[in-house]
């Protein structure tokens, strides 16, 4: 079945540092790509996604692109602040007995220092 | 335009008593999604719902775990005699259409005595 792999954390930066949290997938088909993002105490937000080969998802300075032939989906930013300290989750979707329900990675915490 | 409500923010149970799980989807999501993260694991899809309608529970166990959506009202998920590896965090998702971006709500964290 689909699965995915993301870096294991904590990851631990200072402000300003370049991020990088590595995600890879195993799925049937073509299936969509995500990147969600938990703060303390809230739900999962949707970050950014891309829904085939070679798109570029960005948001808040967040950026990954679907890589087809490598089945990964980065997380980069160039630049971290203090209010990027959060979990962040890759996913994946793809109709499967007749949702589209989400497969999640376990998950990354990240903490930025000042 | 409120967002995902879920309700009890923290359920504590004692083993044998049932937990019940409330979710609100947004205004006009007919469809909701229940997923579980256990303590140092991801979230795992249950069942995905509509109104009314079971569409998908491939990800529920199949004995004391059930879910229903009615017409009115919100989602339920229920848990029948709880084991001490109910205890987890319980997350609803809604979308306004099948395929459209799953809406999360902030959890329930229940723990089972």
């Known amino acids: 079945g689909n699965s995915v792999t993301q870096m294991e954390g904590p990851v631990t930066l200072s402000e300003e540092a370049f991020l990088t949290i590595n995600c890879t997938y195993t799925a049937t088909g073509y299936p969509s790509l995500f990147w969600y993002v938990q703060y303390p105490g809230e739900g999962l937000q949707l970050l950014l996604k891309?829904?085939?080969?070679?798109d570029k998802g960005s948001n808040k300075g967040f950026e990954a692109t679907y890589r087809k032939e490598t089945t990964s989906f980065h997380l980069e930013k160039g630049s971290v602040q203090v209010s990027d300290s959060a979990v962040y989750f890759c996913?994946?979707?793809?109709?499967?007995?007749?949702?589209?329900?989400?497969?999640f990675g376990k998950g990354t915490k990240l903490t930025v220092n000042p | 335009n409120a967002g995902v409500m879920q309700n009890p923010r923290h359920l504590v149970r004692r083993r044998g008593q049932e937990a019940r799980l409330r979710c609100s989807p947004m205004?006009?999501?007919?469809?909701v999604y229940w997923y579980r993260q256990l303590p140092e694991e991801g979230l795992k899809f249950m069942v995905y719902?509509?109104?009314?309608?079971?569409?998908?529970e491939s990800g529920m166990p199949k004995e004391r775990f059930s879910a229903e959506f009615p017409k009115e009202g919100p989602s339920i998920l229920r848990i029948q005699q709880v084991v001490r590896g109910d205890s987890a965090a319980y997350f609803c998702a809604s979308s306004p259409n099948r395929g459209g971006e799953q809406f999360f709500g902030p959890g329930t964290r229940l723990t089972v005595l």
């Open positions: 891309a829904t085939k080969a070679d």
């Open positions: 719902l509509q109104k009314e309608n079971i569409i998908d």
């Open positions: 205004k006009g999501h007919s469809h």
């Open positions: 996913a994946l979707s793809g109709t499967q007995g007749g949702s589209e329900k989400l497969v």
